[in-house]
């Protein structure tokens, strides 16, 4: 392994908080609920069942995708990278050049990046699974950069620590 490739940094966050259950759960039902009211209706024909049985079978594969998904974030030797399974199935690599500030810091999730997961706004985007605690990356352009983090400290050292390696 290159020194390049080193991993400085490395972090893996699930869709573990209880309200992803509880929209799992949610999700679920309400999926039982619609087919068991088909099939009471004795009027029900065969190609309406089979739109209701793939409505149902969707709405439960992506609950179940959702509730799979993971953030994974890595700091190397000539980078940082990130990985929003199963939306990725590879990493991405997060842009060093032109950054004036890498800041550990508390942000709203809802508020300032409409939610969790990959987000875009006016002025930048936001990688984030759950919490709210992240590292802000400020470019030169004035736009910026946000990854979530459970260890934000650590993950902004990194991000420093490969900056002045690059200079």
Partial sequence: M???DEVRFREVQRAG?????????????YGGVILALYLSDEAVRAK??????????????VTFLLLGAKLETEVRGDGVYVRLFPFHLS????PLEDVVKVEARSYRP???YGGW?????RKGRAYNMSG????RIDYANERHMLIG???SEELAAAIEEVLKRKT
């Fill in 149 to 151: 983090s459970q260890r």
């Fill in 132 to 135: 709210n605690e992240g590292v």
């Fill in 48 to 61: 309406d069942l089979w739109a209701v049985g793939v409505g149902v079978a969707v709405m439960v594969g």
């Fill in 17 to 29: 908080r209880p309200w992803w259950w509880v929209i799992a759960i949610m999700a679920v039902t």
């Fill in 2 to 4: 290159e020194a390049s």
């Fill in 117 to 121: 997961g990959i987000r875009c706004g």
């Fill in 110 to 112: 809802l508020r300032e």
């Fill in 91 to 94: 990493f991405r690599e997060i």
